[in-house]
């Protein structure tokens, strides 16, 4: 069966352009104008990788791919006008695996999904053998439904957050360095700065103050076990 994108562009030239390189490829490729047809495709016909625009009339891009997050981690490749670096970091930070600024080469996009295609059919076996609940101290995860519980009480996190979360807590006690949390976190094909990781681990003990996420200082971060000594 042919892989299946989904592709939200309300501009009909840049539409029917990064639809036709696509179908040329062998992709099935169903595409809309609004983020709200988008999500209507998402819940009855579940697309392999999304191919996003951020700036879509109604919904916008931001919008879509938090809610589709809420229930998949499908890859979604945003392409946006918007070129600031504030707005690629939030695109991530929502969800996105990937952002390519307008103009782009129609190959480059199309190079970029085969490569984010062939990741997702690889980790799909790793992640239905994945354990479902991992628990460290007080710090409670539910993979499959990607909700994170601290001291009892539900908190919400966004996708890397979690993701943060589930690396650390499966290796407790573990340190992890920046860059080997980058390339977890956000992907071999992330080439931001690692102060990623560090504002992300900012979040997290914002939003648990008491969770055990110690600095090692001079290389990176580990989720320490309470019962053991520093």
């Given at each position: 069966m042919n892989q299946f994108v989904g592709l939200v562009e309300d501009d009909p030239n840049i539409r029917d352009i990064v639809e036709g390189y696509l179908k040329k490829e062998g992709l099935k490729v169903t595409a809309v104008e609004t983020a709200e047809k988008a999500w209507e495709i998402f819940e009855s016909e579940s697309p392999d990788l999304w191919v996003l625009d951020i700036m879509l009339p109604g919904m916008d891009g931001y919008e879509f791919c938090k809610k589709v997050r809420e229930?998949?981690?499908?890859?979604?490749?945003?392409?946006?006008?918007?070129?600031?670096?504030?707005d690629k970091i939030l695109g991530l930070e929502l969800g996105g695996d990937d952002y390519l600024t307008k103009p782009f080469s129609p190959r480059e996009l199309v190079a970029r999904v085969k490569r984010h295609l062939k990741r997702w059919e690889v980790m799909q076996p790793e992640q239905h053998s994945r354990e479902d609940r991992i628990e460290s101290g007080e710090l409670l995860l539910h993979v499959g439904e990607r909700r994170a519980y601290f001291q009892d009480e539900e908190v919400e996190v966004t996708t890397k957050e979690f993701?943060?979360?589930?690396?650390?807590?499966?290796?407790?006690?573990?340190?992890?360095?920046?860059?080997?949390?980058?390339?977890?976190v956000w992907g071999e094909d992330y080439f931001g700065s690692d102060r990623a990781v560090d504002d992300l681990v900012k979040r997290l003990r914002k939003k648990m103050k008491q969770l055990p996420l110690e600095t090692v200082w001079g290389y990176g971060y580990r989720l320490r076990d309470k019962g053991q000594s520093s």
């Open positions: 229930s998949s981690q499908v890859p979604i490749i945003i392409i946006s006008a918007k070129d600031e670096e504030v993701e943060m979360l589930r690396i650390l807590a499966s290796q407790v006690n573990r340190a992890f360095s920046r860059e080997e949390l980058l390339v977890k």
